[in-house]
Nanobody
Framework: QLVQSGGGLVQAGGSLRLSCAAS????????MGWFRQAPGKEREFVGA??????????KSVDSVKGRFTISRDNAKNMVFLQMNSLKPEDTAVYYC????????????????WGQGTQVTVSS
């Protein structure tokens, strides 16, 4: 089960942090992804993180590189999406998702999903 928190309304240029808490004892082996879906658009990949021991692998879409940072705390079973320099086009419902194994870019490759949280960036 994935439970999200954070999100809300922010002005352009502002920051928000999304959190996603996972239940279960195998969190450290999970790849965690962040997706977003804007009104009238398909769900799109934002980024993902996977850890193997002390090595962390991340991948993010070009449109958020340098602005969004994905991190995780395996001790707390949590993953985070720090969003800086937000733009109106970042407005969407954001979802966290999990899967066993490595990083994937497509929503169909993820098994469990959070409830979604609205992020609205005003201009």
């Amino acid at each position: 089960q994935l439970v999200q928190s954070g999100g809300g309304l922010v002005q352009a240029g502002g920051s928000l942090r999304l959190s996603c808490a996972a239940s279960g004892r195998t969190f450290s082996s999970l790849a965690m992804g962040w997706f977003r879906q804007a009104p009238g658009k398909e769900r799109e990949f934002v980024g993902a993180i996977w850890s193997v021991g002390s090595i962390y692998y991340t991948k993010s879409v070009d449109s958020v590189k340098g602005r969004f940072t994905i991190s995780r705390d395996n001790a707390k079973n949590m993953v985070f999406l720090q969003m800086n320099s937000l733009k109106p086009e970042d407005t969407a419902v954001y979802y966290c998702a999990s899967r066993e194994g490595g990083l994937r870019l497509y929503s169909r490759d993820y098994d469990y999903w959070g409830q979604g949280t609205q992020v609205t960036v005003s201009s």
